[in-house]
């Protein structure tokens, strides 16, 4: 038996399966000492100093797909495996950024807000297609692969930029794959960010990219440059984007995901071509059962000796 501490919730059904298997399982816990495993969202924050509070710890769950808020380094010094669940958000990932740039384009929030202030703002709020359009994905992984089928499937021309994918992946997804990020912002009117946050990412989105974007689409539609951020905060450099936003340059910002989480009184917030949701990309019904059986699975296994499949941090296994 292990005793199991869940900081940020679970499915309901997983946590009774690790009961079921014999497990010692505490949901939000208020320290972590003297737990085998703990199971973390993106809330609960794994420092230096809270893996250090916590010396029994074998592994860390990651329930979801990016671990910035674990420090790998420390993790590993420790000995502690780190886990995620990288596939079982893919899709709820996918419809929530397709969601905002559609919103974006059909200026949804904008017109929602008019007429709950009893305007009828039909003539001034003509919107764009995303048919004929170039869409830059910056990150090729499992969720902007997806977005990148939907896209093609609307009639969008996709482009990408990942320095660690080989480029046959993004030919097979017939995506254009460029080796500098400013070619992306220069030739696209819409770009969606879905890469990690790593000291090379921290604000590669920021003045100097966003100026490059060209405004008008690859139609010849004067269509403005969008922004959507499903990924993680501090991709974008969010003073940037405001700044672009008063200037005319962003036609449209929408982020799930901010650099300071919650995020406050932020004043991209007010900005009237600015839209946002408070982290939920993954906050399916669908997504957070997939996610928390996955992990299940894998906390199961790891218990009966068996090496999770998603260990991100390889090197404790030599």
Known sequence: MARIAITDGMATGAVERLRKAGHDV??????????DAVVIRSA?????????????????????????????DAATKSGILVCNTPASSTHS??????????????????????LRDGKW???????SELAGKRLGLIGFGRIAQGVGRVAQAIGMEVHAY???????????????????????????????????????????????TLQLMPGVGADGIDCGNHLVNCARG?????????????????????LDVFEIEPVGDHPIIQHQSFHG???????TKEAQG????????????????????????RQVLN
Request: charged share 20%; aromatic share 4%; proline share 4%.
């Open 26 to 35: 505490d949901v939000e816990p208020n320290a972590l000492n003297g737990f």
């Open 44 to 72: 609960t924050k794994m420092t230096e100093s809270a893996i250090a509070a916590a010396p029994s710890l074998k592994l860390i769950g990651r329930a979801g797909v990016g671990v910035d808020n674990i420090d790998l």
């Open 93 to 114: 990932v996918v419809e929530m950024t397709i969601a905002h740039l559609l919103a974006s384009i059909r200026f949804l929030p904008k017109a929602d807000r008019d």
């Open 121 to 127: 703002s039909k003539k001034s709020l003509k919107g």
């Open 162 to 208: 990942d320095p660690y994918l080989p480029e046959h992946v993004a030919r097979d997804q017939n995506c254009q794959l460029h080796s500098n990020v400013k070619d992306v912002f220069s030739i696209c009117t819409h770009i969606s960010v879905h890469c990690n946050l790593t000291d090379e990412t921290h604000h590669l989105v920021n003045d100097e």
């Open 234 to 254: 501090g991709v974008v450099d969010e003073m940037a984007a405001l700044k672009s936003l008063e200037s005319g340059q962003l036609a449209s910002c929408a």
């Open 277 to 283: 949701t408070p982290h939920i990309g993954a906050a």
């Open 290 to 313: 997939r996610i928390g059986n996955e992990m299940a699975d894998l906390l199961i296994g790891f218990f009966r000796g068996e090496t999770p499949n998603s260990v991100v941090n």
